[in-house]
């Protein structure tokens, strides 16, 4: 995107709609900026400084500016249009993914295939350079051993995207173990804190640095092996038991309610039901006009695999069905229904999903 010229930027506007003052607006923006390249040299124990002359810039957006991903979200806003009978394009600035799903393989190799060159040729009348280095093929699918590579196109069995390590059999192994990488660099980070801070100031570190990594992506990846979970929370026991001055064999379930902290294991009950809940799925009350105790609870799709009841939108219908019917009745009302729902956790340490489901055997 840095390498575009002006004129198309422009031209691109204006096929948006974009016009007149507005049009010049933008052209004010991008025109009449200079570049200078400065190089300094060390000689004799003295430093020279050599300057280029001043030369206009006349492709390219100014780095660091709000604008600049604005401009690039707005130029490529026709590439979904321009593969929409092929493929669906997931788009996050300038990072984008092309998702072909056949039953057929031959119909899916054809398809993926004509879709990658369909995305080249639009690159080429617009003047983007694709990332040969980044673009890689993610096969998923019981049958994806059958599927051929693509000319052009590097095939991986895992790929880093957006911060969330996918592999091609969905396991979230891969990311566990960057994400327990992550976890005990800021473990480190922790201890240096609590060495030489209070208990609230270990907590903000701990929020900032410890949990930020935790809750990113859970919905998706919380719903790995209990086995791939229980290390996450094997890292985060050890940042409690740090903030409890506990010792590494002492038990921390009761330290977790003491902090007002949430297990790796809660956070993805938490975030999972919300993200369904944002979704505004029908509930059993939209479905007949019968007033009923489980009125307000979602309807489950009937499936035939494991890692359909992974889904986010499965997972969550399905934990958010199981809570309390208190929590259950403040309805639509999403602020108060995540307050509840985080009390309601805070009140049990939960270290495993069974744990969740079996909480009226419990109380």
């Known amino acids: 995107f840095d390498c575009l010229g002006h004129k198309l930027i422009l031209a691109k506007l204006q096929t948006l709609g974009v016009q007149q003052s507005a049009l010049k607006w933008f052209e004010s923006y991008l025109n009449e900026r200079y570049q200078v390249v400065e190089v300094k040299q060390r000689r004799m124990g003295e430093t020279c400084t050599v300057k280029s002359e001043k030369l206009p810039m006349t492709r390219g957006v100014p780095q660091g500016s709000v604008l600049g991903p604005v401009l690039y979200i707005l130029f490529t806003n026709d590439l979904p249009i321009f593969l929409e009978n092929y493929t669906n394009s997931i788009m996050y600035a300038d990072d984008t993914v092309l ?16 879709s990658f060159n369909m995305a080249q040729q639009y690159c080429k009348y617009n003047d983007l350079v694709l990332n040969s280095l980044k673009t890689k093929q993610l096969t998923l699918g019981t049958n994806k051993n059958y599927v051929s590579e693509i000319p052009g196109i590097q095939e991986t069995e895992d790929m880093n995207y957006l911060g969330i390590t996918l592999n091609n059999t969905l396991t979230w192994t891969n990311h566990i173990d960057n994400l327990c990488l992550k976890l005990n660099s800021s473990l480190y980070a922790l201890r240096r804190t609590h060495a030489t801070s209070t208990l609230e100031s270990t907590k903000i570190a701990y929020y900032a640095l410890f949990e930020s990594h935790l809750r990113y992506g859970i919905a998706a990846w919380g719903g790995t092996t209990q086995f791939n979970l229980l290390k996450v929370l094997k890292i985060q026991k050890k940042a409690i038991r740090l903030m409890g001055k506990l010792g590494p064999r002492e038990s921390c379930r009761a330290t977790f309610k003491e902090l007002n ?59 958010f069905n199981a809570l309390p019917e208190e929590i259950k009745k403040n309805g639509n009302n999403h602020i108060n229904m995540k307050t509840a729902i985080r009390n309601w956790l805070l009140q049990r340490t939960i270290y495993t999903v069974e744990e969740f489901y079996l909480w009226r055997l419990t109380t």
């Open 99 to 114: 998702l072909s799903a056949q039953k057929d393989v031959e119909q899916l190799e054809i398809n993926s295939y004509i």
């Open 261 to 319: 902290i949430l297990t790796v294991t809660s956070l993805y009950i938490l975030e999972t039901i919300l993200y369904c809940l944002s979704k505004d799925f029908p509930r059993n009350s939209n479905l007949h006009e019968h007033n009923t105790r489980h009125g307000q609870d979602f309807p489950l799709p009937l499936h035939r695999t494991a890692v359909f009841e992974k889904k986010p939108t499965y997972a969550g219908k399905k934990l």
